[in-house]
């Protein structure tokens, strides 16, 4: 679609560009609150237009709207399912299924995002 989305861990961000190199979409900012980020490690946008963003340190996956809110957060740090530790990447395909790289636990978690049922 024109869009560029980068992980921007030094400035505890993530961002949307668009094709000139405009920010379109910037979250996050320092801290522990909801929001917030530590080390955004990678950032994928879903057919709704929702960022997604892994952060290693919060080991978590945090949901933006399309105006930078915060529509949900999950995982915790540990091995078991919906879990992470350190995660490093993610990308969604065209069904919105979401791939997580969760390499210090050896593996990719795959989740889905529901949406009550209507498709």
Known sequence: RGRLTVSDSLNFRAVVLDENATVLLSVGSPGNGSGNLQRPKGVALDSHGHLYVVDAIFDNVQI????GGL???????????????????????ERDVIYVADP????????????????
């Open 104 to 119: 210090y636990n050896g593996r990719i978690q795959i989740f889905r995002l529901l949406d009550g049922g209507t498709g």
């Open 64 to 67: 933006f709207d399309s105006r």
């Open 71 to 93: 529509l949900l957060a999950f995982g915790s740090a540990g091995g078991d399912a919906g879990e992470f530790a350190l995660p490093a990447g993610i990308t969604i395909d």
